[in-house]
């Protein structure tokens, strides 16, 4: 091959599109560093008459501030206003809404199963127990296709605890003793349905320990976050009615409560609050 010849299969075309894409890979390897660059710079102490009026914050990095709107050079999110100049709160990662009542109307329906001497014990919740007349009646269902339901009414026995949020409630069969039911056939148990007001929260607030179910309640300035016990009802759709422990109008932590309370654990296992401002 002549000396300065170009090589078969390769132009000088080649080579300039070679040496292009070179350039862009430089050009864009430097705009990363630039941009980690100035992450560093807005994320260190505040100096200076800009950083000493910084009013936004990155709401996913709380070092990053800045005196004018814009974007975090980091993550790129736009950057949030705060009305102090005071260190950004964590309570920016976290959901705060206040626990309302709902008023609806329910049709309440339960596992059943029928024992010795015609009666028959359904398994409730406290929140529907709470529904209940002490003379309550009822329709137990039993299982099997052709199996006609059978009248029953709440008798006077109380109801046995079977878990922090459910009891075992009896009830007689109106047909007599036994009312033709074997002991031991399960079923259902179906109320007419009525309206019930309760407090509900979402299914992300809810965290769940060995000594029982709780919430992290908001304080009036967000900064300080308390474990709250709390006593269920029946979860539907995502929505966990609440029976016991939070009154409507209460805030709680509804989003990336887990993090909230590890945070709590890791600071300090006995403690029953975290203080998100330090």
């Known amino acids: 091959m002549p000396e300065g010849a170009t090589p078969p299969g390769r132009s000088a075309g080649g080579r300039w599109v070679f040496f292009g894409r070179l350039a862009l890979l430089l050009a864009a ?53 705060r009305e102090s100049v005071a260190e950004p709160s964590e309570i920016a990662s976290y959901e705060v809404r206040v626990a309302r009542a709902h008023t609806g109307t329910r049709a309440i329906r339960a596992p059943a199963r029928a024992e010795a001497g015609g009666v028959v014990v359904a398994l409730l919740h406290l929140d529907e127990i709470a529904l209940l007349a002490p003379d309550e009646r009822a329709s137990f269902e039993p299982a099997g296709a052709g199996r006609a339901p059978i009248p029953v009414r709440r008798s006077a026995a109380p109801p046995r605890a079977w878990d922090d949020g459910t009891r075992e409630v009896t009830f007689d069969a109106d047909g007599g ?3 033709g039911l074997a002991p031991g056939t399960p079923g259902s148990i179906a109320f007419a349905p009525r309206r019930q007001q309760i407090v509900v929260i979402p299914e992300g607030a809810l965290l769940q320990a060995a000594d029982g179910d709780y919430v992290m309640v908001a304080s009036r300035d967000d900064k300080t976050f308390t474990r709250r016990r709390v006593v269920i009802g029946q979860v539907t759709f995502g929505n966990i009615p609440i029976v016991g422990g939070l009154a409507a109008g209460e805030r709680i932590a509804t989003r990336r409560t887990f993090f909230l309370d590890a945070g709590r654990r890791l600071r300090d296992p006995a403690a029953s609050r975290i203080d998100v401002a330090r």
């Open 29 to 81: 390897a430097g705009a990363v560093a630039g941009g980690l660059a100035l992450g560093r710079r807005t994320s260190s102490s505040p100096s200076g008459p800009a950083a000493a009026d910084a009013r936004y914050f990155c709401p996913m990095h709380r070092d990053v501030r800045s005196a004018t709107p814009g974007s975090c050079p980091i993550c790129g999110m736009a950057l949030e206003r």
């Open 177 to 179: 003793p036994g009312g």
